[in-house]
């Protein structure tokens, strides 16, 4: 007599899991709305073959995966255009199976085969797939999803030159003031990923677009929303002091256009007693430049910038005080880090 039947069915490959993974997902543009027990079918199946994926991936928590398959999947999955096929079905998916796919997502991009990352080669190849993802930050139900994948795609550098130089890159500067605040914080997270992950990208995107970027950060610096004002802020003070971004920062500082920023920058690096380390020593080792440049900074430099900003004979006398308190800050900083050398 057989028992077969009780025993348990043979694992997938890797190749098999992919063949099912890109048949579901197919299966989800085949079926109409109309056909809703054939959807629901075809929705269980791509659940179910996310968890396959997950566990193939990432162990189920008694057994550790096994890097030869997940090499292989990562593989199989790029060649088979499934990477694509999950990122434009992702509005459709449920959420459990979007919470698999983004878990899933980070582990497949850091796949190396002979020192090749197969899925980051092949967005590389299909770059239009970032532009999708960029544009669901509108779709309030799958922004955050779209949001950490994207931010996994930016650790890779050709990845974030594409994003930083698309045009979908200016949607940004919507997103982080959208009424939503998950959603507007999440945006600014990738936002400041994009600036601040890979400093030679950065500064060569600034120096090819200073003055658009800048036009358009400005508005996030003096926006209505606190929060934005205050996030742009922080965020333009730790891009700009990278040292790769150094011939930005002198341009930057230098036009008088952005004088009051300016001020408020300096407000926030020298003002605040509990200064990190890395600013207490980048001010004490420029302090004679910033002095210098303090010294010669004034209201009076420019008559049309003080029509341009409504400055009064009060404002122009706090400017000058301002400024001198923030010349004596830092000479005591530059004293205090000389004396401890």
Same mark, same amino acid.
């Given at each position: 007599?057989?028992?077969?039947? #009780? ?15 890109? &048949? ?17 079918? $075809? ?6 073959? #996310? ?8 162990? @189920? ?12 999947? =990562?593989?199989?999955?790029?060649? /088979? ?14 959420? /459990? $199976? ?9 582990? !497949? ?10 899925? *980051? ?21 799958? $922004? ?15 990845? =974030? ?20 605040? @998950? *959603? $507007?914080? @999440?945006? #600014? ?21 200073? &003055? /658009?970027? #800048? ?5 996030? !610096? ?46 926030v690096f020298v003002a605040n007693p509990n200064k990190p380390k890395e600013i207490k020593i980048i001010l004490a080792k420029n ?45 005591? *900083? ?8």
């Open positions: 007599m057989s028992f077969s039947f #009780f025993k348990p069915s043979r694992p997938k490959t890797p190749t098999e899991v992919t063949k099912a993974i890109k &048949d579901s997902l197919m299966a989800l543009d085949i079926k109409t709305i109309s056909e809703v027990k054939s959807h629901e079918k $075809a929705m269980e199946e791509v659940e179910k073959n #996310f968890v396959t994926m997950r566990c193939m991936l990432s162990g @189920d928590g008694e057994v550790e995966p096994d890097v030869d398959q997940v090499l292989e999947l =990562a593989l199989e999955i790029s060649k /088979e255009d499934v990477l694509s096929l999950l990122v434009h079905e992702l509005p459709s998916l449920g959420w /459990e $199976a979007r919470k698999d796919l983004v878990h899933c997502w980070s582990i !497949l991009l850091k796949q190396q085969i002979d020192s090749r990352y197969c899925c *980051v080669e092949y967005i590389e190849n299909h770059m239009e797939l970032l532009d999708f993802l960029v544009a669901c930050y509108d779709n309030k139900e799958i $922004a955050l999803h779209c949001g950490n994948m994207l931010r996994e795609c930016i650790k890779f550098p050709t990845l =974030a030159q594409y994003m930083l130089n698309s045009a979908s890159f200016v949607l940004f500067f919507k997103y982080v003031e959208l009424p939503t605040f @998950d *959603v $507007a914080s @999440d945006s #600014f997270s990738t936002f400041k990923d994009l600036l601040t992950k890979h400093g030679t990208v950065v500064s060569e995107y600034l120096t090819a677009h200073y &003055d /658009e970027f #800048f036009d358009m950060y400005e508005k996030l !610096l003096t926006s209505s929303n606190y929060v934005t004002r205050r996030q742009s802020l922080k965020l333009l003070s730790d891009f700009l002091l990278e040292p790769s971004n150094s011939n930005i920062m002198k341009r930057y500082v230098l036009e008088v256009r952005y004088l009051k920023v300016m001020m408020t920058l300096l407000k302090h004679e430049k910033l002095v210098d440049l303090l010294q010669n900074l004034s209201l009076s430099l420019c008559s049309s910038v003080k029509k341009q900003l409504s400055v009064t004979g009060g404002e122009d006398e706090e400017f000058e005080e301002e400024k001198e308190l923030i010349i004596k800050e830092i000479e005591q *900083v530059s004293r205090l880090h000389n004396l401890k050398r």
